[in-house]
């Protein structure tokens, strides 16, 4: 089957995988690399106009790495990891989600700026 999309993973979503056991990990790119070729919502969900996240179950918790996506190439489609946390309840904190609008307008910005 054919990727819909690459994925980067921006500083702080690449840190929080690092720290988390290797079993956690395995599972976390399992899902991202299944989103990547299945559209699921219980894998990839939209959460607003701009933020995604890719949601992982493992163990009893519930492990969230919040992303967008950049369309700008017209190339290949990326979606940007910006950060991951975990929960215990369904509900996202706004807060997490500010924090990813914020990583994204400053990716952006930085990338318009080399241009």
Not at 42 to 69: D, S
Not at 84 to 89: A, D, I, L, P, Y
């Amino acid at each position: 089957m054919e990727k819909k999309f690459e994925i980067k993973l921006l500083d702080e979503a690449f840190e929080f995988i690092k720290i988390q056991d290797v079993k956690v990990q395995d599972k976390i790119f399992y899902n991202i690399r299944k989103a990547q070729i299945l559209n699921d919502p219980k894998l990839f969900k939209k959460l607003n106009q701009n933020i995604w996240e890719f949601r992982t179950q493992f163990a009893g918790l519930q492990y969230r790495l919040l992303a967008f996506w950049d369309k700008e190439n017209n190339e290949m489609t990326l979606v940007c990891g910006t950060h991951g946390f975990v929960k215990k309840t369904d509900k996202i904190s706004p807060r997490e989600i500010e924090k990813a609008e914020q990583i994204r307008i400053e990716y952006f910005h930085k990338k318009n700026k080399g241009k």
